[in-house]
């Protein structure tokens, strides 16, 4: 099949796998849409949103539909870095016996990972760049396609423990969810205060979506459109030529070259789920905000002001 045809397909395969997730999840279409991009890009996303807005259902959701074997981990300040990647244990033969631990799957929802120390949020990181665990000395390659979705709760910050950079920088997309508006949030009540039960159907297999991912890198950018992408990001850079005032004076930190990467890599999912065959600069344009937000580092006047990313990002656009 040529290139071509496989993002007329993928554009169709898409659609069908809305309409499934649009059984259980209502609205949060912008959500749902950047979940996926960061899926078919092959990177991870961080949910951020205060408690009932259904971040964990719409994981679990999304993974029914793709067909792929999920696992939530439940972060807590007493996890261990064991209890995600498994531990070894002396079996009845008096044999170290290495038993997996929840990491080992396609999806990982980490569930509120700003509630654990660092050295556990960390147990994360080789498995998300590398695709693969390190345990006493053993090393363990996960199988693929492989994800984390992580959640976090801006409001409550008693016990919470903020994500160090490096691990932020590792998740493609920071998406925001907004409260549902007064007609979705009745569709809601209605949906799941009745004894109707819906099954989600498997659309996809672990195959078709590493096809899919390796379709996406194939496509072709124009060079001003990379260039665009990576000027974008050098302006986040306080210490840069092209920084704006805005960022000089509220940003301490700009977003690295991971930046610019992922800004294409979206970009390009971004143009074939519309059935372009090649992004231009407003599909890197949208894709942007949820990119950027959690890679450029605010200082303490951006807070005493009250100047948020978005609007540093909004003066970049």
Do not use: C
């Amino acid at each position: 099949m040529s290139d071509v045809a496989a993002i007329e397909q993928f554009v169709k395969r898409y659609k069908d796998l809305r309409t499934e997730i649009a059984k259980v999840i209502v609205g949060q279409d912008e959500v749902v849409n950047q979940v996926l991009i960061s899926i078919f890009s092959g990177g991870h996303s961080l949910l951020i949103g205060v408690p009932g807005l259904a971040k964990t259902l719409m994981v679990n959701t999304i993974a029914q539909a793709l067909g792929l074997d999920f696992k939530r981990i439940q972060f807590t300040p007493d996890l261990m870095p064991s209890d995600i990647l498994g531990s070894e244990i002396l079996d009845e033969d008096r044999h170290f016996k290495f038993i997996k631990g929840p990491i080992f799957a396609n999806i990982i929802l980490a569930d509120e990972i700003n509630r654990t120390p660092p050295k556990t949020q960390a147990a994360l990181l080789e498995a998300m760049q590398e695709r693969a665990v390190t345990v006493a000395g053993q090393h363990y390659k996960l199988e693929l396609p492989y994800f984390v979705l992580a959640t976090q709760n801006p409001i409550e910050q008693e016990g919470t423990y903020p994500l160090p950079e490096a691990q932020l920088d590792r998740f493609m997309f920071a998406i925001n969810l907004e409260y549902p508006s007064f007609n979705e949030e009745v569709q809601v009540v209605k949906a799941t205060t009745s004894d109707t039960k819906t099954t989600i159907n498997a659309l996809f297999s672990a195959k078709e979506i590493l096809g899919f991912q390796h379709l996406i890198r194939r496509i072709p950018v124009a060079d001003n459109v990379i260039e665009y992408a990576v000027t974008m990001v050098g302006k986040t850079r306080p210490n840069g030529d092209s920084a704006n005032t805005l960022v000089k004076n509220y940003i301490d930190w700009g977003a690295g070259p991971r930046a610019s990467q992922n800004l294409i890599l979206a970009a390009k999912t971004h143009a074939a789920i519309h059935g372009k065959f090649s992004p231009d600069i407003e599909n890197v344009k949208a894709v942007a905000h949820s990119i950027l937000r959690h890679r450029i580092i605010k200082n303490y006047k951006a807070d005493a002001e009250g100047v948020s990313e978005e609007q540093i990002i909004n003066s970049l656009l």
